[in-house]
């Protein structure tokens, strides 16, 4: 039986002898190749150590199309290489929307605790979520908030949905509030931080696992623009809500020497200093518990 799919290694080499050039057929072992030489569309001397080329590049077309309904082998291998090809671009190259995994859905979700200004795809645009619902952003590409919102990164998604328990760790900056979605994907927050001037505050917890997601994922993209968020009664939170198991279990994975952030230096020595780690949940509890709400 033939499969279902042409290997896009396989298909730039078919395109090389498409265009004239020969190939040694040790470099070209594959079943589609023995069936095309076996129809006469490829043309192989001797059996070992030979030179292959293509003897009718018609043939080898309507091969391509009868077999793998491939009417464009140039095309086919272009939308194979795309990073953000559709589905419908995948069926007209090959009728199969099934060619290449593809993800259904990119972007991040976005929160705030008053109106956001904004830009999407050139038009006026305003982040301001119902409690209780979050903003996706699709076209991350073409999503531009104005200059003097800084970026606040949070990790966990129980901070994520309370906000507005938190609007007191924030009242210096104008934020807009950004999670990764699913929250093993990072790469289009990072693509979209980077094309963007604002400034970037990453909100983790305060533990060797949170700082290393920061410097792995965040920092190590962003550079200067990127900033750790560190309460400034970090050391008492920590002495009194941290966990001395995050401490214990915990490995750093990150080169201390490599930090300039002189808050975040802080941060590791406190933690160092009282052997415990923080979540950053503690920060919503806080607020209740500051009201007598359990």
Request: aromatic share 10%; proline share 5%.
């Amino acid at each position: 039986m033939h499969p279902m799919k042409l290997p896009i290694a396989l298909a730039e080499k078919l395109l090389l002898l498409a265009h004239g050039e020969k190939m040694a057929s040790s470099k070209m072992k594959h079943p589609i190749i023995s069936d095309l030489i076996s129809e006469g569309i490829i043309h192989r001397p001797g059996k070992i150590n030979s030179i292959l080329q293509l003897v009718n590049k018609e043939q080898l077309n309507l091969y391509l199309i009868n077999r793998f309904a491939i009417s464009d082998l140039e095309s086919y291998i272009q939308t194979l290489k795309k990073e953000d090809a559709t589905r419908s671009e995948l069926i007209s190259i090959a009728a199969d929307s099934k060619l290449k995994s593809i993800r259904t859905f990119k972007g991040f979700l976005a929160n705030s605790f008053s109106p956001i200004s904004a830009t999407l795809n050139s038009k006026p645009f305003t982040i301001n979520p119902a409690p209780g619902t979050f903003d996706f952003i699709y076209d991350f590409e073409n999503f531009i908030p104005e200059k003097d919102i800084a970026i606040v990164g949070i990790e966990n998604p129980e901070n994520f949905r309370h906000i507005e328990k938190q609007r007191y760790l924030f009242q210096n900056i104008k934020p807009l509030f950004v999670s990764r979605y699913p929250q093993n994907q990072s790469k289009d927050l990072i693509k979209w931080l980077q094309s963007i001037p604002n400034k970037y505050l990453h909100f983790g917890d305060f533990d060797f696992a949170g700082i290393g997601i920061y410097l792995n994922e965040f920092k190590k993209h962003l550079g200067k623009k990127a900033a750790f968020f560190v309460p400034e009664n970090i050391n008492e939170l920590i002495k009194k809500f941290g966990s001395k198991k995050l401490y214990d279990i915990q490995k750093i994975n990150f080169n201390v020497k490599d930090i300039d952030e002189e808050t975040l230096l802080e941060l590791i020595e406190i933690i160092h200093r009282n052997k415990k780690g923080l979540e950053q949940e503690v920060l919503c509890r806080e607020w209740l518990a500051f009201f007598g709400i359990n």
